[in-house]
Structures are given as structure tokens and as C-alpha cells.
């Protein structure tokens, strides 16, 4: 009697773990994973489609299914905002880059601006009315031309009308980023709130981030305030589960 799909899924994953299909790889035909293992094609199929959903393989058209890269990016935590990284021209998304070994571009990140109204959420966030007018900065960010994750910011008219964070060009808003901005506004950050949790994407995102299918994303809520209490940013960031890891070092509170 042959092996059930589960058990056939754990050989493969254990063998994918191992090397003996290393990334980048195409798995073996699945009439030659049936006729290894003693088992029928439905069987394969229904293993492969395990993996699939764990985001170890994906389908690739005329080549057939393909070990994912699985390398993720070490986004740091509180030394991603560190003064002394984005006041010298360095934004978050490439200090990232340079903590994990990685070359980066400003046009790594698009850059789409608009006017909106606030939802609950930023509302709450910016300390204003529902429905009342806001800035809206969403961006695109790629490594390696591979999407990593989106990050869409929220800011109050007064705070940036006028200024290169309501400029619709290409990549980061300066060299220092959107903190740089807000500090030559009287408005340098000091304080920031974070929240992540973890859930399956939306059809929308599946297509922006290029995600195989049953990868889960991290969403990211980010609220910046100024020395003052005044909430400066609101930022959400939709980022491809697999493609990073959250790190973060701190001293413990009295």
C-alpha cells in the first residue's frame, strides 16, 4: 500500500530542506515523484499542492514547479528609525537593506500621492475628523525587482502641503525619506507606535506583491509622534510574509 500525500509532502519537504532540490530548482515530473514513491499522480498532486500552499513551491508556466528563494530580509526594528540613519540620508527600507547585505536604489520604491478622506483608522491615528481631508503617500517597494511589501502613509494638509512629501516623483521623498521631511517641518519624529499582525491577502495584493498562492502577509500600523504628542504619520505596510524577518533589540523598561 502506498503512502498517503501527507507523508509524501513531508518526504518532499524534507527533502527540499535538505538541498536535494535546491532553490531555483524544478521538482521532478509528477509521474516520476509517483513512480519513486509508489503512489498514484492524484496523490502527488495533492502533496505538491501542500507545499504549494506553504510557499516552499510554486507553479511556474512551461518550466513546471519550482523551489522557492526563501532568503528573507532582516527588517530591524527600532534601529530602522535611528536619527542618525535617516538625518544622513539613509531611509528605513534601506537601512533594511544594508543590515541584510543587500544593494539598493531610490527607485527600488514608487511613489503614488493623493488627496483623500480619512477612514476611521487614520482619523483616529491623526487626531482628526473622519471623512476630513488627508494626504495620501503610497509606495511600492522591490528588492531585486521582487515586491517586498507596500507601505501607504497618512498625513495632515497643513503638515506637508507644499513639500517634497506631497511631490508625486519617483522614490523616496529625499534622501532621508518622509522623516526628514516632517523634521524640517518642525515636526522631527521622536516616538513611534507599531502594531503587526498576520492574515491571508486580499486578490489585490496577491497580484501587487507577485505572492504564490497560501502565503500569508504581515500588516504593518505605524503612528509617528513629535517630541510634543503630535501625530505626524500614519502608516500602513502590507508586507510578503516569507520575504522578511522582524528583528528587534531593546533595553528592558524599569
Not at 500552499?53 to 510554486?58: D, M, P, R, Y
Not at 513629535?226 to 510578503?240: L, Q
Request: neutral net charge.
Amino acid at each position: 500500500m502506498g503512502i498517503g500525500y501527507r507523508e509524501l509532502a513531508s518526504a518532499l519537504r524534507t527533502a527540499i530542506q535538505a538541498g536535494t532540490f535546491p532553490t531555483g530548482s524544478t521538482l521532478p515530473k509528477q509521474e516520476e515523484i509517483a513512480d519513486e514513491h509508489g503512489v498514484n499522480v492524484n496523490t502527488v498532486r495533492k502533496a505538491v499542492g501542500v507545499l504549494e500552499a506553504e510557499g516552499l513551491v510554486t507553479p511556474v508556466r512551461r518550466k513546471g514547479t519550482v523551489v522557492r528563494a526563501r532568503p528573507p530580509m532582516k527588517r530591524l526594528g527600532i534601529e530602522r528609525y535611528a536619527k542618525s540613519k535617516w538625518k544622513f540620508g539613509l531611509v528605513a527600507f534601506a537601512a533594511d537593506r544594508e543590515a541584510s547585505g543587500r544593494a539598493w536604489k531610490r527607485g527600488d520604491q514608487t511613489n503614488e500621492v493623493s488627496r483623500v478622506e480619512a477612514d476611521a483608522k487614520v482619523a483616529e491615528a491623526l487626531g482628526v475628523e473622519e471623512g476630513s481631508p488627508v494626504f495620501k503617500r503610497a509606495r511600492l517597494i522591490k528588492d531585486a525587482g521582487v515586491p517586498t511589501h507596500t507601505l501607504t502613509s497618512y498625513y495632515r494638509p497643513e503638515h506637508v502641503e507644499g513639500t517634497p512629501l506631497v511631490d508625486p516623483k519617483p522614490g523616496t521623498a529625499t534622501p532621508g525619506g518622509g522623516f526628514a521631511v516632517l523634521t524640517m517641518q518642525g515636526l522631527e519624529p521622536e516616538d513611534i507606535t507599531e502594531t503587526v499582525s498576520a492574515r491571508m491577502p486580499t486578490p489585490d495584493e496577491l497580484k501587487i506583491l507577485e505572492l504564490p498562492a497560501g502565503e500569508p502577509v504581515m500588516e504593518l500600523h505605524r503612528t509617528t509622534y513629535t517630541a510634543d504628542g503630535v501625530p505626524a504619520e500614519f502608516a500602513r505596510g502590507v508586507h510578503a510574509a516569507s520575504r522578511f524577518s522582524w528583528s528587534y533589540s531593546f533595553k528592558l523598561p524599569d
